[in-house]
């Protein structure tokens, strides 16, 4: 049987009870006395959940001991503080956490130490992490020219933020929210309010969808494509800080 976890702005994160029908509710704020909010995803590994959250970091809870520790960045020069998460990526044995001050980071899950993986140049939040199956890092950013980076960390590291279109010459994407292959290197692009995009990585072509297509808001919370093969967009009227 499969455990359902449900992060919650309160603080905290409810574990569904199958049995009793009831949510029970783990509270790190309250055990490690700090102020934050669950705002990003979980991921699992080894048997601990890893919590992104808005001003305590990240957050490990073992399942079971039951406990919870916590992992934080240092302060900046000017007192402003880094841990707010918005996003998490398992990617083998780190995970990539992107920040609301438009870097990402990886945690070694052995060492549990951070280091500066990316950062964007306007220093805008991190919405989504994720690889393509080529094997390229994709970053969403709420970036004016680095919406939407493909990273290569094969050795060669290279970074592309400029995409060439037919007819368009190089294209930046702005203010991505959520990327998702739908086929080899055919990727679709939601934004915060410029509707949904799909590019051909291969052959170079783009299409724009919006109101006009049916869309029912042009902000795009997320993308799922859904076991039948076909694709499901979800359209939320949400404002993010």
Known sequence: MQTIWIGTYAGGVDYYNPYGHLFDFYNP????????????????YDGTLYISSEGGGLIAFDLAQQSFRQYTLPHKADGSVKNIFKTVYL????????TSQGEVYEFNLNTRQFSLFYQTTDRRPIYHISRSRAGEVIIGAISVTEGLVFISDDGQRSIQTEFPVKGKGGVHFSHVICVCEVDNDIFLIGTK???????????????????????????????LKDHSGSDMDQQHRRWFE
């Open 193 to 223: 309010n410029n509707g949904l995009f799909c590019y051909d990585k291969i052959n170079h072509t783009l299409l724009s969808y919006n109101e006009t297509n049916g869309l029912a808001a042009q902000y795009i919370s997320s993308i």
């Open 91 to 98: 990617d083998g044995d780190r995970i990539l956490w992107g």
């Open 29 to 44: 704020a309250t055990i490690l006395n700090a102020n934050l909010g669950i705002l990003g995803p979980a991921v699992e």
